[in-house]
């Protein structure tokens, strides 16, 4: 991470959240930041395997079934982001 950017993040947010368009919304007084659990070039990687070796047989999208439903799943939606395997099979 940037020299100084957890710094001037936590402070951006606590004026953010001090301010008037949220301060009646959340009861937020303070914020913690994640320490990444290896070297900061290693990160990325780590997380891309994880989540490879997890999740990647749910999100896959073959050729077949891209041609019969002619539409990329959004996994950020609800409705894509269902669990049943057989929504994508041909």
Known sequence: MTKGFASRL???LLALVESDLYKNKLKVQ????HTAPSKPNYTAWLGGAIFGTTDLPL?????????????????TNLIDNQKDETSYEI
Do not use: M
């Open 30 to 33: 303070s914020f913690e930041f």
């Open 59 to 75: 999100r896959y999208l073959t050729k077949e079934v891209y041609l019969k439903t002619n539409r990329v799943p959004d996994w």
């Open 10 to 12: 936590n402070s951006e």
